[in-house]
């Protein structure tokens, strides 16, 4: 004996009705699917484009200048730390600090950068650059 089906007892309209509430919940599981897709997508852009990686935060060296090269706009410092040799470039973003000078510094220009000079600098590596960029560069006098 065969055991009566779901679709025997149930009528024409029931069916549809049915059919409907199908296909709505699957267009709303659907749309969901959707939207968690792009809710992991822009989480996952957010968490590395909002956040910085350890190598892009900024820090401070200090050591006396070993040379300058304007036309590279490179800086050349004998960090005090380590005794070891690092290359630093400038920007039109990077300020210089002295003593008695602006309160928010001046740009950085090569002829008031003197080798053997004591500087405190901070920069910001960058994955695009070969030497770190300097944000400051702050004489050894001078407050921060």
Request: aromatic share 8%; charged share 20%.
């Amino acid at each position: 004996m065969k055991t009566p089906g779901f679709s025997r007892f149930a009528t024409v309209g029931t069916r549809a009705a049915i059919a409907a509430a199908v296909n709505a919940s699957s267009r709303f599981i659907t749309r969901l699917a959707k939207l968690g897709f792009v809710g992991v997508v822009f989480t996952s852009l957010g968490g590395s484009f909002g956040h910085a990686s350890p190598r892009h935060f900024d820090s401070w060296t200090a050591g006396r200048i070993q040379s300058v090269d304007a036309g590279q706009r490179l800086l050349v410092l004998r960090v005090d730390a380590r005794e070891a040799v690092e290359n630093f470039h400038w920007d039109q973003e990077s300020r210089l600090w002295r003593t008695g000078g602006p309160k928010d510094g001046q740009p950085v220009e090569a002829t008031k950068l003197k080798v053997g000079e004591a500087v405190q600098i901070l920069f910001r590596k960058s994955s695009g650059n070969e030497s770190p960029a300097i944000l400051r560069i702050v004489e050894s006098g001078a407050a921060n």
